[in-house]
């Protein structure tokens, strides 16, 4: 038994930290955005820029152009490659579902192997280059998030609060890329940081193959349920083989008195949660692939200011950690609480509206905080914005893990951020309009996205309002 809890304790732990490490780099992109720059990506002619192919100093006008058309450029990577990831992450859960962890995630790290391997070898002449790798770098997050969620099944007593934690751990994976640009920044090339991010495979491929199972961890663990390469080795005994076959299978079973997919697809909450989590992604995706040209605004083009407040962006990335827990030990008290009036899932659903309900209202401070162009006060916008961010995927993963049959998990999670992926297309149009239009002033877009936070207060209201009349998708209507 001893052996049994220290073995869960190391899955969480490295979940946590694989989570943290590697799973949404991306959207760290404002200290990414700045080390393209400085090596010369998308612009040869900008004035003063470190990594320029000309040398020659154009006319004010052309730099001002080509300078905006590196911005440009740098923000359609950002755009594609979150949206592209967060669209493909359907497949990913159908994998998941249909053939287990390990294949998911064997898929995965081909991906960010290759990814890395890419910015590696090419240079400022191959900027196209940084498109696919980009893109393959994000797609390569979401099958850890996914398969590392499901260990919250090992702790039954605290499942709120795991899945809350590896989500904070996924929203502070930006700071990743925040810590790959002090390394950048103290002199280590540019190259060898991209090598250095291929080696960490091994890392994972380590992890898999010890401590996460073939196929799945059932929602009720057996006293004797195994994973890792001990599992297969069990397997060569034909009786413990069945055995652990029909522990594994357990969550791809539909019991019988659970709604279809269809249903789960076509009810009221789970439209709604779409519209929430695509909303509020639109917010701080947004917010992340401006980053850089919204400090350039409030800090007047100050680059010094711009480089330090980059730094202090990515290392409070962490605080998601933080927050996220936070978010999963209210939820656990409030189910514990309501349980004692109600039954325990309806109990879920009101503490989950809570959860729900916080994300938006930490993004609606956050929304009016970056309104204010005090550049100190910025510091409180990028904790809020951790905040509402970490508790928008924590909600949003416990929503779907609490309120609807495990079974569809992967595909409930992949249709959710497949239509939030849709929505955060409109980023980049928004940028052009910031652009082209307000001539770089943020004011009237995030005026627009404060009014967009504040309308999803709806999701969480609807919930509770169900949750009062004892409405449940779990059970057919």
């Known amino acids: 038994v001893r052996m049994r809890e220290i073995k869960h304790l190391a899955s969480l732990i490295t979940a946590v930290l694989e989570t943290l490490c590697f799973s949404g780099m991306v959207y760290g992109w404002g200290s990414m955005s700045y080390m393209l720059e400085k090596e010369g990506y998308f612009n040869s002619t900008c004035n003063n820029s470190v990594g320029s192919l000309n040398p020659a100093t154009p006319n004010a006008g052309q730099t001002e152009a080509e300078c905006e058309k590196q911005e440009k450029m740098l923000t359609l990577v950002f755009t594609l490659s979150s949206v592209i990831s967060s669209a493909l992450i359907i497949i990913t859960g159908y994998i998941f579902d249909k053939f287990g962890t390990w294949v998911v995630r064997f898929c995965g790290i081909s991906l960010y192997i290759v990814g890395w391997l890419i910015m590696a070898v090419t240079t400022r002449m191959e900027s196209w280059a940084v498109f696919l790798a980009m893109i393959l770098v994000g797609i390569s997050g979401f099958p850890l998030v996914i398969s590392n969620v499901s260990i919250s099944n090992l702790f039954q007593n605290h499942r709120v609060l795991v899945i809350s934690v590896i989500n904070g751990a996924f929203d502070s994976s930006a700071v990743t890329f925040a810590l790959m640009k002090i390394a950048y920044d103290s002199g280590i090339e540019f190259s060898y940081i991209m090598y250095f991010m291929t080696a960490c495979a091994v890392l994972m491929i380590a992890r898999f193959l010890f401590l996460m199972p073939r196929m799945h961890i059932p929602s009720v663990v057996p006293n ?37 997919l269809k249903s789960c697809l076509l009810s009221v909450s789970f439209i709604l949660n779409c519209i929430h989590v695509g909303s509020l992604q639109l917010r701080t995706q947004f917010f992340y692939g401006t980053t850089k040209p919204w400090l350039v605004q409030v800090d007047h083009d100050n680059p010094n200011e711009t480089s330090t407040y980059l730094n202090a962006f990515g290392i409070i990335q962490l605080c998601g950690l933080l927050v996220s827990s936070l978010g999963g030990i209210l939820t656990d008290f409030c189910i514990k609480k309501f349980s004692v009036t109600s039954s325990v899932t309806l109990a879920t659903r009101r503490a989950v509206a ?24 910025q510091y409180l916008a990028f904790f809020l914005q951790v905040t509402f961010r970490s508790f928008l995927y924590g909600a949003n993963a416990t929503f779907l893990i609490t309120m609807f049959p495990e079974a569809y998990f992967g595909k409930l999670y992949g249709f959710t951020v497949f239509f939030a992926a849709i929505i955060a297309l409109l980023q980049y149009p928004l940028f052009d309009a910031v652009t082209y239009i307000y001539g770089g002033d943020f004011t009237v877009i995030n005026i627009s996205l404060l009014i967009i936070s504040i309308a999803t207060i709806i999701h969480p209201i609807v919930l509770a309002r169900q949750a009062e009349r004892g409405l449940c998708p779990r059970n057919p209507q």
């Open 224 to 260: 004797d349920f195994q994973y890792g390469l001990q599992c297969c080795k069990m397997r060569q005994e034909s009786a413990r083989g069945e055995e652990i076959n029909g522990y594994e299978n357990l969550i791809e079973e539909e019991p019988e008195n659970t709604a279809s």
């Open 354 to 377: 809570i959860y729900i309900g916080l994300s938006s209202v930490f993004a609606i401070l956050f929304s009016i905080i970056v309104l204010v162009p005090v550049l100190p006060l």
